[in-house]
């Protein structure tokens, strides 16, 4: 796990963690964000926006937890029906929870990007060190991906096909560069398709690994000098910032 490099302009509204988790052949980022309470609610999804930005653009599975001080069990809330606008503009999954905080509501999430996959439960538990309840959720590190029977490929086939197809028929090239690339791979992805089609493999964790499962439990206080460290646990070892 390696922490994510700090932002030039950090966020008044809220603080946030990042870190990049790894696990066997998995790689995820984790953003941990607590909203300070009183704060301008416009700046905050300004600044909000701001983080997301910089942090979509990674090819990697994506959660974003914490504490939001919003109350997300409401669904005419207006802050709550704002920030589910935002974090879906930006292809983020809310996940429903149950009641976070010890006097009611939910104050607390777990929001996740599409290719992330869903959790499929986010177990609340109240183990007595902050108003707030600790989330929890499990990661399957084990991926599906495609791959080609590359041993099958029959090269007298794949000569033929390229041959008859507009790749080798130089009249019809497209002017445009970015429009030939374009007919370049599609063709190419068309034709290997064609002969020896993709299936879909499992890449599961490294033995060295010690499980095939993530855990990312999260708590907070509303007292900042109270708040508990984010603590990350990848199979039997622990990180904590």
């Excluded at 066997?24 to 607590?34: K, M, R």
């Excluded at 499990?138 to 029959?154: G, K, M, S």
């Amino acid at each position: 796990m390696s922490l994510i490099p700090s932002l030039s302009d950090y966020p008044t509204t809220f603080e946030v963690a990042g870190a990049r988790v790894v696990s066997g052949q998995f790689t995820g980022i984790v953003l941990v964000l607590y909203h300070l309470p009183g704060s301008a609610a416009v700046l905050f999804y300004d600044e909000l926006a701001a983080i997301l930005d910089c942090f979509v653009v990674y090819r990697k599975p994506i959660y974003l937890a914490g504490d939001f001080n919003i109350r997300l069990d409401r669904a005419d809330d207006p802050h709550a029906v704002q920030f589910r606008l935002l974090i879906e503009s930006y292809g983020l999954q809310l996940h429903n929870t149950s009641t976070t905080h010890r006097l009611g509501g939910t104050l607390d999430a777990v929001t996740f990007r599409s290719d992330a996959g869903c959790p499929q439960t986010v177990p609340i538990v109240d183990i007595g060190l902050s108003d707030h309840h600790l989330l929890q959720w499990t990661i399957n590190t084990a991926r599906q991906v495609p791959c080609h029977p590359w041993r099958r490929l029959d090269f007298d086939q794949f000569q033929s096909a390229l041959s008859s197809s507009r790749l080798c028929q130089s009249n019809s090239w497209p002017d445009d560069v970015d429009e030939m690339a374009s007919v370049y791979a599609y063709k190419l992805s068309s034709v290997l398709d064609w002969l020896i089609p993709a299936r879909e493999i499992v890449r599961r964790p490294h033995h060295s690994d010690r499980g095939s499962t993530v855990n990312v439990p999260f708590f907070e206080a509303t007292d900042a000098s109270a708040r508990a460290p984010v603590c990350v646990i990848m199979s039997s070892r622990c990180f904590c910032f």
